[in-house]
């Protein structure tokens, strides 16, 4: 439960602006807290409210919307029956997606209006670069601030992970961290700025729980070892926001089985910065970086700047941000065609 001024929730004027070109005096700006199937739990100047989506918003959904997601701002509406209607989601400024199924390209949007995103990886035998190049790119797509997040430290000599870190962290920094002795975790403290939101991403095990619990000062999340009694503690199965002592937010999620991206956009540039910028030496504008003449990127691996594993993980994501964009294309052009096809049928059939 939460009543807390909205500004204390990141609501700040142009939120407020977008709720008044909606024009309507009953509707309240609120926070999607968390999501149990149908029902939301929103945050309100009035408190922690129970909602369900309004007819028009579900029939939105149907025509390819999105659904209201964790951390969402929403106009809403309390009915004199008791009941509180989400009546719009509010354009959201980061928005943090996976494809929905295996094979899929439609967007699952994980959490909405996030500022930071940690992309936690422990320190270990199964630490793993590739993975947390791919974690990076699905957070610079979401448009929040990745970090990268090593947890662990206490297990052993960290030069080498951070070595390794540090070179596919292109643009962000890096921090070791440990949740059994404290260490590192006050330089985290820094992107936790009061009202502002971030999200643990990142495999199962590697001390997201930890993570969120140490930087919490308190259990606020069931780790490996209390899931079992977890008592009064959240498992990570549903994603919701919780407050931190200091008033910034936090999202955990559970491990990610599968790492699928969305679209193709800014977020794979920036996670392969270093790679781009190369590219931009080569002799052809869309040289694929395979057997062309003049490729910079290719000089560069055989001069041993650029690994040979950072080309080829570039050009797998390539592939399948361009599968991705090429099935997301055929959705929109079908739904675009529903649509019309609806509009037209309500010109010919007039209601009375
Ligand atoms: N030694 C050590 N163990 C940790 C650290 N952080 C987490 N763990 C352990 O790693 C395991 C997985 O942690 P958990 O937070 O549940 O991982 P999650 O699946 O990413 O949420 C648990 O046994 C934790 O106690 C750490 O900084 N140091
Ligand atoms: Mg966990
Ligand atoms: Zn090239």
Redesign the pocket.
Known sequence: MLTAPLHELGWDDRWASQLDALDDEQLVGARVAAQHRGAYVLWTELGELHAELSGKLRHDLDVGADAPAVGDWVAARAHASGTTTIQSVLRRRTAFARKENLGGSIAQVLAANVDTIFV?T?LGEDLSARRVERYLTMAWESGAQPVVVL?????GDIADAMRELQAVAVGTNVHA?????GDGLDDLRSYLAPATTAV?L????????????SLAGTEL?????V?ADGTGRHT?THRELLRLPDGAFAI?T??LREIQLFTAGEGFDSAFDDLEALAGDCRFTDCAHLHEPGCAVLAAVDEGTLALDRLRSWRKLQRELESIAARSDRRLREARKRRWKEHTRSIRKPKW
């Open positions: 936690v422990g947890t662990k430290a206490d297990l961290v440990s949740n059994v002795t643990m990142g495999s199962s095990g590697v001390g997201k729980s930890s993570l969120l619990n999340m069931a780790t490996k070892e899931a990570t955990d559970p491990g």
